[in-house]
C-alpha cells in the first residue's frame, strides 16, 4: 500500500483515494471493481458498499 | 442557514452539491438515511443523526439514491413544517410512474400512450391495445431496470409469466407503454424552478439509453418548445429541481417519459457548459431565503 491509497477488502488491490476524500464517499476497486463505502478516513477505511436495492438511482 | 443533505452515501452529485454550498459559504450538516430513527409520533424538536434537532434546519437537501428511504424521509419531516428540496409531494408523484403519469394527463403533458392492469390476462389486453412493440416497466425503479420490449404474444406470455411468478407483488403492478421508435437518443433535460437551465441528448444502440447503462451525452440545446414542454412537466408533479426524461416521436414531437427528483448529473455539466450543481444551489438558497 502506498501513500494515497487503502487495500481493497474484497481482493488485497491498492485502490487509489483521492485527495479530497469524504467519509461515506463511494470508490472501486481497479483490479475487482467492487464498489466500496469510505468509512474512516484516518487512517482510510474501506468496507464493501452496501448491495444496489431495487429503488436505488434515478 | 442551517441546511441538512440527507444521503444513502456519497456520489460525484453529492461532492458538487456540497461544493455549491461551500461556494456560497453555507456548510450542510450530511445525514445518513441509514442512520434515521424517526419517532413519528413527536416532533421536529428531536435530533437529527447531527446532534442537533430537526426543527433548527432551514432545509433539509435530499439526495438519497434510494428513492424509498430520501420519500419516507420526505413524508416526516415535511409533516413537521420543515422545509425540503424536493418536496415529499413531487418526490412521491415522481417515484411512482402511474402517479407520474396521472399528473402529466391531468396537466396536458404530452406521454406515450400508457395503459394498468393489474393481473397477466388483463396485462396481455393492454399490451395488445398499445399494440407491439409495447414496453412494460416496473411502478417504481430506475436505470432502466427491468424494463422490457416486447415484440409479439409469445415474449408478452413469458414476461407476464414470470412477473408473476418471480416478483413480489410490486410486479403485478402492469405498467404498459407504447414504444417510441425514438432517433436512437432520448433527451434529459434539468429544470429548477420554472427555467430548463439545460439538456442533453443520450445517444445509445441499445433502446435503454440511460447513462449509468451506457448511454453517450451530449449537449442538447434548449429551445423555447423544449423548454416550454420542460417546465409545464415539471409544474405538473409539484415542481422543484427535476430532470425530465423525454423521446421524440416519428414526427419529431416531445413526449415526456419520466420525471426524476434525485437527478444524476455529473455526465450533464461537462457537455452543457452548465454549472448544474451550482445553478440548482442557488436557487434553493433563494427559496429558502424568500420564505424567510
Known amino acids: 500500500m502506498t501513500e494515497g491509497t487503502a487495500l481493497c477488502p474484497e481482493c488485497d488491490a491498492d485502490v487509489e483515494i483521492p485527495a479530497d476524500v469524504m467519509e461515506n464517499e463511494l470508490v472501486s476497486c481497479p483490479e475487482c471493481g467492487a464498489e466500496l463505502e469510505v468509512m474512516g478516513l484516518n487512517p482510510i477505511e474501506l468496507e464493501l458498499a452496501p448491495e444496489i436495492e431495487e429503488d436505488w438511482g434515478e | 442557514m442551517r441546511v441538512?443533505?440527507?444521503?444513502?452515501?456519497?456520489?460525484?452529485?453529492?461532492?458538487?452539491?456540497?461544493?455549491?454550498?461551500?461556494?456560497r459559504e453555507i456548510s450542510p450538516d450530511i445525514i445518513l438515511d441509514r442512520e434515521l430513527n424517526f419517532d413519528i409520533s413527536r416532533g421536529s424538536e428531536q435530533l437529527a443523526p447531527s446532534g442537533i434537532a430537526w426543527r433548527a434546519y432551514d432545509l433539509i437537501f435530499e439526495r438519497c439514491v434510494s428513492t424509498s428511504r430520501g420519500m419516507y424521509a420526505l413524508a416526516v419531516l415535511n409533516s413537521w413544517g420543515i422545509r425540503s428540496f424536493n418536496a415529499y409531494e413531487t418526490a412521491a408523484i415522481c417515484a411512482d410512474k402511474v402517479r407520474t403519469s396521472i399528473a402529466l394527463t391531468q396537466g396536458g403533458i404530452p406521454q406515450p400512450h400508457t395503459r394498468l392492469a393489474f393481473t397477466p390476462d388483463s396485462a396481455m389486453q393492454a399490451i395488445e391495445d398499445v399494440k407491439y412493440p409495447a414496453v412494460l416497466k416496473p411502478v417504481t425503479g430506475?436505470?432502466?431496470?427491468l424494463l422490457a420490449r416486447v415484440h409479439n404474444r409469445d415474449s408478452a406470455e413469458a414476461i407476464l409469466e414470470h412477473r408473476?411468478?418471480?416478483?413480489?407483488y410490486n410486479h403485478h403492478i402492469y405498467y404498459v407503454q407504447e414504444y417510441v421508435d425514438k432517433p436512437g437518443r432520448d433527451i434529459r433535460a434539468f429544470v429548477v424552478g420554472d427555467r430548463t437551465i439545460a439538456a442533453i441528448y443520450r445517444a445509445s444502440n441499445h433502446w435503454i439509453t440511460n447513462t449509468a447503462r451506457g448511454g453517450q451525452a451530449t449537449n442538447c440545446p434548449v429551445t423555447p418548445q423544449l423548454d416550454e414542454i420542460c417546465v409545464r412537466a415539471a409544474a405538473a408533479v409539484g415542481g422543484g429541481i427535476l430532470a425530465i426524461d423525454l423521446l421524440e416521436d416519428a414526427r419529431g414531437n416531445y413526449v415526456v417519459n419520466e420525471i426524476n427528483h434525485t437527478m444524476e448529473f455529473r455526465n450533464s455539466s461537462q457537455p452543457t457548459g452548465v454549472d448544474i450543481a451550482q445553478e440548482v444551489i442557488d436557487y434553493v438558497i433563494e427559496q429558502v431565503e424568500v420564505m424567510a
Open chain 2, 142 to 145: 430506475s436505470w432502466g431496470r
Open chain 2, 4 to 23: 441538512a443533505m440527507l444521503v444513502t452515501h456519497i456520489r460525484a452529485e453529492e461532492k458538487l452539491i456540497l461544493s455549491a454550498f461551500n461556494n
Open chain 2, 164 to 168: 408473476q411468478t418471480l416478483g413480489d
